[in-house]
T-cell receptor, first 112, second 111 residues
């Protein structure tokens, strides 16, 4: 089962612009994570936000979490061509099994 | 050089054949996971193991089998019962119910 739905499915922007991706989920969570995947490669962890946090920053990344709306957003500021990749949100439920449920991803293209 | 490795990078399977995908980690992580990714899709959990000699089915375990005899290793066998095995397979490990670290993946194609 896939809990997360991501929006938009694809995003194309110019270098230097900001990119915003949204993720919605269905059940209560312990945390929500964002991962990045370059084409044909494994996933790389970007940032984790816990259910009692509302906003988190890491470099050019800003993540927000609204548990009342069961949604999260990932903002990449001042995008670069190297940011071109697919971005996935993943939620870890309250069962503490470590199981992650992934969304279908947003494909970001940053044009130089 | 710590990390998680998968082999082979590309694998071709004939109809009715079992194949085994390797996943090894030297991060001393207790938990390991196998995911399947189809084109343009997110990851779906096949099996996971939170400790040596124990593993649980994920959302799409049918046609797959695993073993966890060593902490470092979590091989996945794609059996002939899996009718549509062509996909990208990703292995991950974690030290807690938290961040997962992924291998580079194995692309399996059925001939």
């Amino acid at each position: 089962s896939q809990q997360g739905e991501e929006d938009p499915q694809a995003l194309s922007i110019q270098e230097g612009e900001n990119a915003t991706m949204n993720c919605s989920y269905k059940t209560s969570i312990n945390n929500l994570q964002w991962y990045r995947q370059n084409s044909g490669r494994g996933l790389v962890h970007l940032i984790l936000i816990r259910s009692n946090e509302r906003e988190k920053h890491s470099g050019r990344l800003r993540v927000t979490l609204d548990t009342s709306k069961k949604s999260s957003s990932l903002l990449i500021t001042a995008s670069r061509a190297a940011d071109t990749a697919s971005y996935f949100c993943a939620t870890e439920g309250s069962s503490n099994t470590g199981k992650l449920i992934f969304g279908q991803g947003t494909t970001l293209q940053v044009k130089p | 050089d710590g990390g998680i490795t998968q082999s082979p990078k590309y694998l071709f399977r004939k109809e009715g054949q079992n194949v085994t995908l390797s996943c090894e980690q030297n991060l001393n992580h207790d938990a390991m996971y196998w995911y399947r990714q189809d084109p343009g899709q997110g990851l779906r959990l096949i099996y996971y193991s939170q400790i040596v000699n124990d593993f649980q089915k994920g959302d799409i375990a049918e046609g797959y089998s695993v073993s966890r005899e060593k902490k470092e290793s979590f091989p996945l066998t794609v059996t002939s019962a899996q009718k549509n095995p062509t996909a990208f397979y990703l292995c991950a490990s974690s030290s807690s119910a938290d961040t997962q670290y992924f291998g580079p993946g194995t692309r399996l194609t059925v001939l």
